[in-house]
Every structure is written in C-alpha cells, then in structure tokens.
C-alpha cells in the first residue's frame, strides 16, 4: 500500500523558516516525481514546487522562488520542502503528491496518482 506522509507543519512568524518533509512509503521516491502543492481555505489547490525522478530537475511557482528549496534523500526515501522568508500568504496546507511518470508538473494536479494527507503551515505574528 502506498502511502505518503507530510510533516514539519506549524505556525511560525513572518520571516520565520520551516521544513516540511514527505515520507513514503509502499513506492520508492526516487521512481516517481514529487510534488508540494498547497491549498489555502477558499482557494484552489495550487503547485509550489517538483522535482522530476531521474535528473532531479525542480521547478518553482513564481510566488516561492528564491525563498522555498526541494531536495530529496533517497537513502530516507523523504522528499523535503525548505521554506525560508516565509509570509502571510504562505499560510494554506500543504500536500506532498507522486507522480509516476517521472516528469512532474507544478501546473496540474493530473499527473499525480498518490497524495499525502497534508500538513497545516500557519504564517502569523
């Protein structure tokens, strides 16, 4: 059974820095794409961050670049999300999704067969 699990969460002040990791298990990360999307309360899903599985190539939404880092360790079979100079509107619930095909994408939810059950990022002074 495949299954995916979020953690490092939490609420933190603006400027703050968090690290979310998602752990799998029932697949090997390093087969698939890994993407974080997020989804404030109202708003749409949207992609934040991927990295693709044989080169590790990694795209960014515009709004994180230069401020969020993807990274994988395949030995821990964990994917990571560094967040650093985060905001206010930084704050939604994040979800870490496998995509088989390797490619990944920050446009689409489509290609993303497994999801995690999210983590809550909460950006508040």
């Known amino acids: 059974q495949v299954q995916l699990v979020e953690s490092g969460g939490g609420l933190v002040q603006p400027g703050g820095s968090l690290r979310l990791s998602c752990a799998a298990s029932?697949?090997?990360?390093?087969?698939?794409?890994i993407g974080w999307f997020r989804q404030a309360p109202g708003k749409e899903r949207e992609g934040v961050s991927c990295?693709?599985?044989?080169?590790?190539?990694?795209y960014y939404a515009d709004s994180v670049k230069g401020r969020f880092t993807i990274s994988r360790d395949n030995a821990k079979n964990t994917v990571y999300l560094q967040m650093n100079s985060l905001k206010y509107e930084d704050t939604a619930v994040y979800y870490c999704?496998?995509?088989?095909?390797?490619?990944?994408?920050?446009?689409?939810?489509?290609?993303?067969?497994?999801w995690g059950q999210g983590t809550q990022v909460i950006v508040s002074s």
């Open positions: 999704a496998a995509d088989p095909s390797g490619i990944g994408t920050i446009v689409s939810i489509e290609p993303f067969d497994y």
């Open positions: 029932g697949i090997t990360l390093n087969d698939y794409a």
């Open positions: 990295i693709s599985s044989s080169y590790g190539n990694t």
